[in-house]
Each structure stands twice: as structure tokens, then as C-alpha cells.
């Protein structure tokens, strides 16, 4: 979907404020060693996690981020340990975990100047788990929300705009689904149910790519049902917007055969 190692960098930028990396995948061994509890000072188990991060072993960094709130919860590094243990989590792509950890942290700071990327942290994780159109669409449904919730919330940011670009892949993957639907229903010849997932793909999704096979089925759907002045609607729109698709073409050539009264000259 996108250049994920770039995005990672960007989000550890906007967490720490300081360092600029790029996290790899979660280590392995001795995870349980150096997670395991031990009274240590706040800078010392901070700088531990952050070098558990620099090496890419990013289980065992949100790990010790963890114990930086536990054992220092009114530190000033516990905010901070916050926002990097929901990194973390989302670097070594435990996205629930990383959704978990933002979700407190904006329970707990509300109002807090980090709020937004917090937020985006949530949309990225959801969005990340975003699954090809055969398969349910839950969490399709949630990065669009959480995406949508950046938007309004914070429009004028960096993540705003971001957000917005997504959305837009967003709403085709949602598209898609409706049209994988619709066809599964033309195909065992159940017209009506199939025009209302391609109506649906034209009343709410008109911007995405599937926009013009969704008019042409629609042309197909209202031809099979009879209603050949509606056909004739859904081919207009057709032409109006996409006149020189293969999918108009295609529909006009339908509306000659099965209805050319209803094809204008």
C-alpha cells in the first residue's frame, strides 16, 4: 500500500522528537532476559529500550517502554514511553497491541500536544491490516473511521493530509468489495440484490476507480429486469462522465441490442 520502512521512519521521528530510524522486525532470543522485572532508573531503562529499538528488536523495546510507565509512572519519560511503546508495537506489526497502547495514551493525555499522531498511529495500524477484497471488510470499515476521525479532528495537520490520501484507497478496497458482491450475483442471475451493491458503488463511491464497470452493470442489471429506462439513465451518466471508456462503449452497445429505443442517436 505504501513504503512502509519511509512511514515507520517518519512515525518514530514524530514519537521521539529527536532520533530519526528505521525499526526492523521483532527479535527473538533473550526477550524474556531483558524485559524481565528489575528496578532500574528512569534513564537507564528509557536507553535501554531505545537501544533494543535501534537494533530492530522491537518486541523487547515496547517491552521495556512498558516498564518505563510501570516503574516510573509520574516521570516525565512516562508520556514519552507511551507513544514509543505503541511505535514499537506497530513496527514489529502487533497492530492490536499498537492500537492498545495509543488508545491509553490518548484515555490518559486527551489534550496532550501528540494526541494527533496517536491517532494516526491507530488509522496506520488498522489500515496495515486492510485484507483483499474476498475476505471481510471489519477492518476495512475501521481505518476508514479512524482515518475519517484524523480528518476532522486535526485538518490542518501533516496527518490530515495524509489521511486524506488513504481515505482514497480506502474507499476503492470498499468499492471493490461491493463490486466482487455485485458480480457473485450476476452470476447466479439475482439481478435485484446485484444492482443495489452497484448502486450503492455509484451513490457512495463515485470517485474510485470502479466507478465506470459499476454504471455498466448497472446498465446490465436494469436491462435484465425490464426496466430499460433505467438502463438508459445509468448509461447517460456513462457517457457524461466516461465517454470514451471501454465500459461505455460497451453499454451502448447492450442499449442497441436490447433497448434502442431508449439510445438516443
Not at 12 to 28: D, P
Not at 60 to 89: C, G, I, K, N, T
Not at 147 to 159: H, S
Not at 182 to 193: S, T, V
Amino acid at each position: 500500500m505504501f513504503e512502509r520502512s519511509r512511514l515507520k521512519t517518519a512515525l518514530l521521528a514524530a514519537a521521539s522528537g529527536a532520533i530519526v530510524l528505521t525499526a526492523g522486525c521483532a527479535g527473538s532470543g533473550g526477550a524474556k532476559k531483558d524485559t524481565a522485572y528489575v528496578a532500574r532508573d528512569v534513564d537507564t531503562l528509557y536507553a535501554a529500550a531505545k537501544e533494543r529499538l535501534d537494533a530492530g528488536r522491537t518486541r523487547q523495546a515496547a517491552a521495556l517502554f512498558d516498564e518505563v510507565e510501570r516503574q516510573h509512572p509520574y516521570s516525565p519519560w512516562a508520556r514519552r514511553a507511551q507513544l514509543m511503546s505503541a511505535f514499537s508495537y506497530y513496527a514489529a506489526r502487533d497492530y492490536n497491541k499498537a492500537i492498545q497502547s495509543a488508545q491509553r495514551f490518548l484515555s490518559i493525555h486527551p489534550g496532550n500536544k501528540d494526541a494527533p499522531y496517536a491517532y494516526y498511529l491507530i488509522a496506520i495500524s488498522y489500515y496495515e491490516q486492510i485484507s483483499d477484497v474476498t475476505r471481510d471488510q471489519s477492518t476495512t470499515l475501521q481505518a476508514k473511521q479512524a482515518l475519517t476521525d484524523i480528518v476532522r479532528r486535526y485538518p490542518t495537520t501533516p496527518y490530515a493530509s495524509d489521511a486524506k490520501l488513504k481515505l482514497d484507497l480506502v474507499n476503492d478496497h470498499l468499492a471493490g468489495k461491493e463490486m466482487t458482491i455485485g458480480r457473485a450475483y450476476e452470476r447466479r442471475g439475482k439481478w435485484l440484490a446485484a444492482t443495489l451493491r452497484f448502486r450503492n458503488v455509484v451513490d457512495n463511491f463515485q470517485t474510485t476507480s470502479h466507478a465506470p464497470e459499476a454504471l455498466f452493470r448497472l446498465v446490465e442489471g436494469y436491462l435484465a429486469l425490464g426496466i430499460p429506462g433505467e438502463a438508459q439513465k445509468a448509461a447517460a451518466v456513462l457517457e457524461t462522465n466516461y465517454p470514451g471508456s471501454e465500459w461505455y462503449a460497451r453499454a451502448y452497445k447492450l442499449m442497441a441490442r436490447h433497448a434502442p429505443q431508449n439510445v438516443s442517436a
